[in-house]
């Protein structure tokens, strides 16, 4: 699976407004995700879990700032994510659903977040980035 140039320009041009607010963009998807998912809970035991916490507002902006760097390197995604992957799959065994769950919730931020700019084509785009990116994160599990 591939995106089409198309779908490249659409996830690009969301991700300049993205960055900014990654840390708060990044907290709300983690806190949208422990509300609706609670057992994702449990890979944060030692994180304070209230909403726009330190640790929410860190940890999720390193997600969204990973994001929109996979983003930048639409063409050599597998190797821009290499690294989170062996992490994820190695050391904290994240379990793999989990990836779609917040991958999910990301797309109501953005679309909660920047309701002009988030057009079905754009969200299409994203839901396809989205999936790649989770699809690449469990490729080392198998």
């Known amino acids: 699976m591939s995106l089409s140039a198309s779908e490249k320009a659409a996830v690009v041009s969301l991700v300049g407004k993205v960055a900014p ?47 929109a760097s996979a983003a930048k390197n639409l063409d050599n995604l597998a190797g821009n994510l290499s690294s989170l992957s062996d992490l994820h799959a190695y050391n904290l065994r994240v379990d793999p659903g989990n990836f779609a769950l917040l991958a999910h919730v990301i797309q109501v931020v953005l679309a909660s977040q920047f309701p002009k700019d988030f057009t079905p084509d754009v969200q299409a785009a994203w839901d396809k980035f989205l999936a790649i990116v989770a699809a690449i994160l469990t490729s080392k599990y198998r």
């Open 21 to 67: 607010k990654a840390n708060a963009l990044g907290s709300e998807a983690l806190t949208r995700l422990f509300l609706a998912f609670p057992q994702t809970k449990t890979y944060f035991a030692h994180f304070d879990l209230t909403p726009g916490s330190a640790d929410l507002n860190t940890h999720g902006g390193k997600i969204m700032n990973a994001l």
